[in-house]
């Protein structure tokens, strides 16, 4: 199986991914007369999430005439690798990660976009890194993404604990602080990691988020090329952290984390008395739950993940949503081009949850989004996520076992040692 061998380059600014072209998708266009077109598109994307992005391509079907149908699933690595072995793949879908487009890509399954996009636009206005994330081996774009996410956000509730004025620097000051500050809370953390066919990610980011700040960028690369060990003390290092530190006081204890939706996960925080102190979750949280309810920075606020090693010091993890087209039709290049746009991604900017893929793209609703991309624009290092950039079968292990360390059924050694089997087949060839 392949695997994505490129180093991340530091996100300077925040130029995610810029317009492909600057043509409206009109009938008559480019792409001739789409009436009654039908564009099929997959993605995980489900409840508010799938709302936001069905009204972000609303306008394009009333300028062209076609027709997006959708369908969201969040086992969406199974439904593209049958696809590609079958053939059976709609015209459009969100990628599991840069790792999995890498696959389809040498597969032959994805149509690479360098004639779809204006290229040279794109390339010139969206982030190195990113635009090399969306590359196959042939040095051609296959993916573009169309919102982003900072990860590894502590997420609390002003009105109950105010950490605006000193927010932990450190993972020791975090500790601190929260204790100090727990009153009547029942516990420390609010964790949630199930996710229907994809339960276990937001663990996985726990541990991407600390292997980052305790090992630092170059080992996090090494790792989730499978260069070293999940056995490995650097590694393990990480794992023992979430278990003793997050696990050890997480509200309603381990198996509830792992049963509990990621969704409604950080929920605890606005009850009274609260269920916890904090809660770990990338910036599209705002969107999900009770936060979609709640007043942003009245009812909750957040501080970035803090350093542990200071020599991994602003490091910043981050993510976003991959699309490619499978199939090359006239209608779905007319859409791959629209949802690149700045038109499209203010649609769901403007809804909040979603830091803009477009750097024209900016009507953030609050403060507290402003302040995510900021996060990004100013990182001193940034990383994708480290499971997206894993070959597929790493990743879908790596589920597995977080949903196992976590509810307590299998112990770090066991699941490391899984890990490591895991890892000598993913990476074979």
């Given at each position: ?13 925040l ?5 492909g ?7 008559g ?15 995980t ?7 936001a992005?069905l009204?972000m ?21 199974t439904?593209l ?13 969100g ?74 620097s ?36 726990w ?12 080992v996090?690369t ?29 509200y ?44 942003a920075?009245t ?11 200071p ?26 081009r629209?949802l ?6 203010d649609?769901?900017v ?9 750097k ?56 490391l ?13």
């Amino acid at each position: 199986m392949s695997r994505l061998t490129r180093t991340m380059a530091p996100l300077a600014v925040l130029g995610l991914v810029a317009a492909g072209c600057s043509s409206s998708p009109g009938n008559g266009g480019e792409d001739g007369d789409l009436r009654g077109a039908v564009v099929t598109v997959i993605g995980t994307w489900g409840g508010d999430e799938q709302e936001a992005f069905l009204a972000m391509v609303k306008p394009w079907e009333e300028q062209t005439g076609a027709t997006v149908k959708y369908t969201g699933t969040r086992d969406l690595n199974t439904v593209l690798t049958t696809g590609v072995a079958s053939g059976v793949l709609p015209d459009l879908a969100g990628l599991p990660g840069p790792g999995q487009l890498a696959e389809y890509a040498e597969a032959g399954a994805l149509v690479p976009l360098d004639d779809v996009l204006d290229i040279d636009t794109y390339t010139s206005e969206t982030a190195p890194a990113l635009v090399e994330l969306g590359k196959g081996s042939d040095g051609k774009v296959y993916g573009v993404f169309i919102k982003a996410a900072v990860k590894g956000l502590i997420w609390y509730n002003p009105s109950q604990y105010n950490f605006g004025d000193n927010p932990p620097s450190t993972w020791d000051d975090l500790l601190e602080q929260g204790e100090a500050n727990k009153g009547s809370a029942e516990a420390l953390w609010c964790v949630g990691i199930e996710s229907g066919a994809a339960s276990g990610w937001p663990a996985t980011d726990w541990i991407e988020d600390l292997v980052l700040r305790t090992a630092g960028p170059e080992v996090y690369t090494q790792w989730y090329r499978g260069e070293v060990k999940w056995s490995d003390p650097r590694i393990r290092e990480a794992f023992e952290i979430y278990v003793e530190d997050v696990l050890g006081n997480t509200y309603g204890g381990r198996q509830t984390a792992a049963a509990t939706n990621f969704e409604v996960a950080g929920d605890p925080l606005f009850s009274d008395p609260p269920g916890c102190v904090f809660h770990h979750q990338a910036s599209f949280i705002t969107g999900l739950g009770g936060f979609k309810d709640a007043q942003a920075g009245t009812d909750y606020d957040f501080f970035p993940f803090p350093d542990i090693n200071p020599q991994h010091a602003g490091a910043v993890e981050g993510a976003g949503d991959l699309f490619g087209m499978f199939n090359d039709t006239p209608a779905a290049r007319s859409l791959m081009r629209y949802l690149v746009s700045a038109q499209a991604q203010d649609i769901w900017v403007k809804r909040g949850g979603a830091l803009s893929a477009n750097k024209n793209a900016n009507s953030y609703p609050d403060e507290i989004s402003a302040r995510s991309a900021e996060i990004l624009a100013n990182a001193q290092s940034f990383v994708f996520d480290a499971s997206d950039l894993m070959p597929q079968a790493m990743n879908d292990a790596f589920w597995r076992a977080m949903v196992e360390l976590t509810s307590g059924s299998a112990s770090i050694d066991d699941v490391l040692a899984d890990l490591d089997a895991a890892q000598a087949d993913a990476y074979a060839s």
